[in-house]
């Protein structure tokens, strides 16, 4: 079993925002593999709602921390421990990342959190910092200086930067999460 976590925040103020990119490419996601949205189920034991799939003949959970960025660590700890799963092989991390451009993408198995508060979390939950990440690039100001990240994160893509998102981004995403699936069969 493979866990894929994307990082965001619950509420419809947070819905379309640069933070909660990890929820929108797992929305992207399930319509791409031909379920709802609606099939997401709040699951109250671990604070999430997941959606359990299978990608190339593997399962698969995808899930939401209903935690709030912050405290996205603590499911990620709880589902590693209930699925007896090593969380350095077997849990991929998707999250936004504002030092990269927008449509950037980075995949890695091993980093700091580089000031991200929901990956730190999910690092001190789970006592490494080797783990699968996917990051996804949302920075678009021309200066950092213009807005402090901290709300320009919490602001809505525009729709050209939506279109982009779902055209050219999330489906090297899935390409990436198809990788971080296959990678301990070859």
């Known amino acids: 079993m493979k866990i894929i ?6 509420g419809a103020k947070y819905e379309h925002t640069r933070h909660n990119v990890g929820w929108l490419v797992l929305d992207w996601l399930i319509l791409d593999l031909g379920f709802k949205i609606e099939d997401f189920k709040m699951i109250q034991k671990f604070n999430s709602e997941m959606l359990e799939a299978a990608i190339n003949n593997e399962k698969i959970l995808l899930v939401k921390p209903l935690t709030y960025m912050n405290e996205s660590g603590n499911v990620v700890k709880e589902l590693g421990t209930f699925y007896k799963i090593d969380t350095s092989t077997n849990i ?16 890695t198995d091993s ?14 939950a789970i006592n490494t910092q ?7 690039g949302v920075e678009s100001r021309e200066s950092k200086g213009d807005i402090p990240t901290d709300v320009f994160v919490l ?4 729709d050209e930067e939506t279109k982009k998102l779902r055209e050219e981004v999330f489906p090297k995403v899935k ?3 198809r990788k971080f699936i296959e990678a301990d069969r070859n």
């Open 5 to 10: 976590v994307g990082l965001g925040n619950p």
């Open 92 to 107: 991929l991390v998707i999250h936004d990342e504002v030092d990269l451009p927008l449509g950037t993408i980075r995949s």
């Open 111 to 124: 980093s700091s959190a580089a000031g991200h508060r929901g990956v730190q979390s999910v690092i001190g």
């Open 130 to 136: 080797d783990f699968h990440r996917v990051r996804i």
């Open 155 to 158: 602001q809505n893509f525009s």
């Open 175 to 177: 390409d990436e999460i």
